[in-house]
Each structure stands twice: as C-alpha cells, then as structure tokens.
C-alpha cells in the first residue's frame, strides 16, 4: 500500500490507514433491561474494534497518503464499535461512555512528526473513553484482519480468564499482583541457588487469574508493564532463532523472506525468573531446547549474505514445540495449542514468517528434561493440596 510509512520497523497509524484495534476485551457496559430487579440494567462485557480511519486531531503539516497522523496523547479514534448495545442510563462502568474514543497508550520513543511521538502498528490501546482512564484493558493495536482468528481460537481461554480475573482489575479493584499476592515486590533473584523465583512461580501458579492470563500472549515491549512487575516477557520463538548473530537491529541479519521484526514487539508469555536459568522461564527454555537439540545441523538461508550453519528447524516446528513447551510449564493455566499458535502466527506471519520458513534451534535451558517435570508435576501436586485443604475445589 502506497501509505506504509514506518517507524521502529513498525508501520505508523494513520487515517489513511487500514489498522484497527480489535475485540478490546472487555468493555463492560450496563445493559437493558432496567427493571425493579435490576434497577441500572446488566453488566455485560463486549468487545470493542476501533478504525485507523476514525483517526482525529492528528497531525497538520506532515501527511501520510494526503491524511493525518497519529500523535501522542493528542491524537485518538473518534469513536469505537461493539457495545451500542450496552445502552442503560450508566453505559461504561468506569467511563459512563459507549461507542467512546480509542486512545493510544504506547508510541515511537525517538520516531517523532510535529514535536510528537508517532504511533505505531502493534502500539497499545485503551477504548471507549469519554476521558483517561478508558473502559477496557489493553490490548494490542494490530494492523491485520486475521486477528479474528484469534478471538475465535481463543474464545474458551478468553472466557476463562473473564470468570476467573472477575474480582481484579480492570473488572474490579483487586491487583493480582500485590506482595501479599505473590510474596515479593521486585525481580526474583537471577542465581540458579536462589528460590524466589521459584516460589513466585508457586505462588502465581496458585492464583487463578495470573494462571488464566497467561493464555494471552503480550509483545515483549508490552509485556514489561501488563506481567506482573515480577515476572519477566519469555519470547515463545526466540529472536535469536530468527537472526544469524544477535536478536535482531544492528549487526543481525533476518532469516529469509522475515522483515519489520522487533523482539520488542514479538508475542511472550509473563514468566518467573530474569533469565533461562531459573523459574518457569527456565523450564520454558529446558522443554524447548529438549525438542531443539533433536533437530538436526544444516544450512539456514539469510535475506542477504551467507547462509548460517547450526541446528535447523521451520517455524512450524518451533511454534509447536512452544505451545507443547507451554502447556507443560503452565498446566494451571488449560490453554489450548490452536490459542497459542494463532498468537504466534498472528505477529509471525506479517513478519513474512511461513510455516515452512526455517529457522534456527536454540538449546539453553536450567536443567534436564526429567527434573524440570518432576518440578511442574510438584507444583501441582502441591497446589491441589493447598486448594482441597482451604476448601477451593
């Protein structure tokens, strides 16, 4: 398209653009009908999209395609769609608002028009707004119409951390994430000797909405701020599979076919531990890496220079062995292959990323094998106890 201008190697939003920000999720609205019984009608969540062509007080001077550009915290969709029918009295519980403004919540940190940040492809949003704060949790601004796919895939994992996240926030006032919560404030330690990531990784796994969370994929950029602050972005396809040296930006040259890639923008689950050497983050590593070391050596084609030569695999694979290596680190969490491998495929794909694109198999983990299930089939154990003494199941 003629108006795909970037910033950060993602595409910039503007009116002329085809984005959207799609099935915000959810957007709780008071909902006829209003009777003796149910005096301000019911709540009822919906999902809410938002149109890059609904894109006012954008920029003046500096055009994409003839039309404004989004800016920070000047810039917003005029308007959002999905909860017309969220019409009681009080509309929006927090905003009072339906069909309200879509507002940006991330942008370009050094990429700027007019004395202003851009926004960007993948870049955060909050909708149905009459003012800050918006009705509905963030959710990424994605400039693709296979999204649906995802909402689709994911229904039951979306649903489930609806039940489950019902007291917390954004539904209610509980934070998940207190020290009460999960035992500390900051980072686990990083040394393989200490235990505070692995107790985090007990403690989270206990707490039925962390565990339900962790079926939604973030951007790792994303991902610093909507994880607990305790938890650390795990990539389920590591960047360096995708680059000959490096995770991408200067001095790494992509895989080929792949472009506009950012590890900053890649989807990660919120794990425990700083590094692959501890917590669950480390088990994500030990499975994926067991699946990697099985693969055999080859030549992997670059977009320009010389092939590299390492332990080769194809997305396909990798993204399998992710969502397996998931499933067995986060079993509290019942998410479903086809959900996490739509998420992957969802960014991956727009990157030129094919099943069949190959790529490289990473080898780096904590333990063996047999230890890192031993630990998660402990945990379990051990959560089941808790649960069946307090009286929870």
């Not at 990660?268 to 088990?283: D, F, I, K, Y």
């Amino acid at each position: 398209m003629s108006n795909e201008v970037y910033a950060n190697m993602m595409e910039v939003s503007c009116k002329q653009a085809a984005g959207k920000s799609i099935c915000a999720f959810p957007d709780v609205c008071m909902t006829p009908p209003t009777t003796p019984a149910t005096p301000p009608g019911v709540p009822v969540p919906y999902p809410n999209t938002g149109l890059a062509s609904d894109t006012s007080d954008g920029s003046t001077t500096v055009m994409i395609s003839g039309q404004e550009v989004m800016l920070k915290n000047k810039s917003y969709f005029k308007k959002s769609t999905g909860d017309e029918a969220g019409a009681a009295p009080q509309k929006g519980v927090v905003t009072h608002k339906n069909m309200g403004k879509v507002y940006f919540t991330a942008w370009s940190m050094d990429v700027k028009f007019e004395g202003e940040n851009v926004v960007r492809m993948l870049d955060t949003t909050t909708h149905n707004h009459g003012s800050v704060p918006g009705n509905t949790p963030v959710w990424p601004y994605i400039d693709e119409e296979d999204t649906a796919n995802v909402k689709e895939l994911c229904a039951e994992e979306i649903d489930n951390e609806k039940k489950a996240c019902k007291g917390c926030t954004p539904y209610g006032k509980q934070d998940p994430c207190t020290k009460t919560s999960l035992g500390i404030v900051g980072k686990p330690a990083g040394s393989k000797e200490s235990t505070e990531a692995d107790t985090l990784a007990n403690r989270t796994a206990a707490n039925k909405c962390l565990a339900a969370r962790r079926c939604a994929l973030q951007p790792y950029k994303s991902a610093k701020s909507h994880c607990c602050p305790q938890q650390t972005g795990h990539h389920l396809i590591e960047a360096s599979a995708l680059h000959n040296t490096g995770r991408g930006g200067s001095g790494s040259v992509a895989v080929k076919g792949m472009s506009d890639y950012s590890e900053n923008m890649a989807p990660c689950v919120c794990a425990e531990g700083v590094n692959q050497n501890t917590g669950t983050h480390g088990l994500m590593h030990t499975f994926q890496s067991a699946a990697a070391a099985k693969c055999p050596e080859g030549n992997i084609p670059m977009s320009k220079g010389p092939s590299v030569k390492d332990r080769v695999t194809t997305y396909g694979e990798s993204k399998e062995s992710a969502a397996k290596a998931h499933k067995k680190t986060f079993p509290e969490s019942q998410c479903t292959k086809e959900c996490i491998t739509a998420q992957l495929d969802a960014y991956h794909n727009q990157c030129g990323v094919e099943d069949n694109t190959k790529i490289k198999a990473v080898v780096e983990g904590q333990s063996d094998v047999s230890e890192a299930a031993k630990e998660v089939k402990d945990r379990s154990a051990n959560i089941r106890r808790a649960r069946a003494a307090a009286g929870l199941d």
